[in-house]
């Protein structure tokens, strides 16, 4: 009797532990907001051990700075780019190490075929506007806010131009004068590097993480359903213009007029600038957003496409097989076909 009671009790135990282990193995939501790369970076994971899933989270915050300090930031004098931009005129050129060299020969296919929309080589004209003072929406500089003088500027885009450099045996030469301004791309590929990351952890099942206006989709949701990324409303602080449903791993990035600018006498001064003018791109756009499997392609697009307007920019999206969404300043919003198959209207 006292036996049985004991195999009873033995089997209770052993249905509770079944059911609690099934509880632990089921995949927790973690969100966290946090900065890096001078902008919000916005993490939901879905993880199977909640502490752990913690720690990948501010680990997520960590790899995003420490890019921006050690790689792809010209302010930092350690940073990869800053070296680079240092040796600018120097015989030698700068030896580059293998990431920076194979983004920087995909940045440079797509300058080409974009014909200079997307110039990265445009630093010194991006630092006369002085685009880092709006980012940090510092109103007293926004006030004393003022267009760079027109000779500066002509001097600036005299050092500009992506067909000057020389990108060869893994060592770069930049003319002198010139200096690369990453900032088009930086957050597309902090995206990829992410998205290596979470490739390489065991406890994260999904997740979508947003760095500034690049976002990254990554496994799946706990209950199977769609990842949903909003596309803002870019007039509309606050609202949305629709909702792309994604499954599995994508990139979006949406570059727009309405992300830091100024208005000043009537004219609209944002951080998109026309490479031939050295000026804010003043055409019929307000916003483009690209989606693809790859951050640096989707951001390098979404400014080149900007760039370009609606036509020239669904040709560019279309030679590199990426799906596009443009909004005009009236509202008006034209995609591909397939972007269509996955957006819908707010
Ligand atoms: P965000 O930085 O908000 O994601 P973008 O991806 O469109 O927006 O990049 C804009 C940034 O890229 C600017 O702040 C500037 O540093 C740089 N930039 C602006 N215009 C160009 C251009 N035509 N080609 C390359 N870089 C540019
Ligand atoms: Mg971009």
Redesign the pocket.
């Known amino acids: 009797m006292k036996q049985r009671k004991w195999i009873f009790a033995g089997m209770l135990l052993s249905i509770l532990s079944l059911g609690i282990t099934g509880c632990d193995k089921r995949p927790d939501k973690l969100v966290s907001t946090g900065t890096a790369m001078g902008?919000v970076v916005q993490e939901t994971l879905y993880v199977t051990d909640i502490e752990q899933g913690k720690k990948t989270s501010k680990e997520i915050l960590s790899l995003v700075e420490s890019l921006e300090k050690g790689s792809l930031s010209w302010r930092e004098s350690d940073a990869e780019l800053a070296q680079i931009n240092l040796l600018a005129g120097t015989k030698e050129g700068i030896l580059l190490t293998e990431q920076m060299q194979t983004d920087l020969q995909q940045i440079w296919k797509i300058s080409e075929a974009s014909k200079g929309?997307?110039?990265?080589t445009?630093g010194g004209v991006?630092r006369l506007w002085d685009?880092?003072t709006w980012?940090v929406a510092d109103t007293q500089a926004l006030e004393q806010f003022q267009e760079p003088g027109a000779i500066l500027l002509q001097e600036a885009l005299n050092n500009s131009g992506y067909s000057k450099v020389l990108i060869q045996k893994g060592r770069m030469y930049l003319p002198e004068g010139m200096c690369l301004?990453?900032?088009?791309?930086?957050?597309?590929i902090a995206c990829n590097r992410i998205r290596e990351y979470l490739a390489g952890s065991e406890e994260i099942t999904g997740a979508v993480i947003s760095v500034?206006?690049?976002i990254v989709t990554y496994g799946s949701k706990t209950d199977g359903s769609l990842w949903q990324v909003a596309i803002m409303h870019p007039r509309k602080e606050g609202a949305y213009l629709g909702v792309l449903s994604l499954e599995g791993e994508w990139c979006v990035?949406?570059?727009?007029d309405y992300?830091?600018y100024v208005e000043k006498d009537g004219i609209r001064y944002h951080?998109?600038?026309?490479?031939l003018s050295g000026y804010p791109?003043n055409n019929e756009l307000c916003s483009v957003t690209i989606l693809c499997r790859d951050g640096l392609l989707s951001?390098?697009l979404?400014?080149?496409c900007?760039?370009l307007g609606a036509e020239e920019g669904m040709k560019l999206a279309q030679e590199f097989q990426v799906e596009a969404l443009f909004v005009t300043k009236d509202l008006e919003v034209i995609m591909t076909d397939g972007m269509a198959q996955y957006f819908t209207v707010a």
Do not use: N, Q, Y
């Open positions: 902008t929309a997307l110039d990265v445009i991006t685009l880092d980012a301004d990453l900032g088009a791309v930086g957050k597309g500034g206006g690049s990035s949406t570059s727009g992300e830091r951080h998109i600038i026309d490479p791109v951001d390098a979404s400014t080149a900007f760039v």
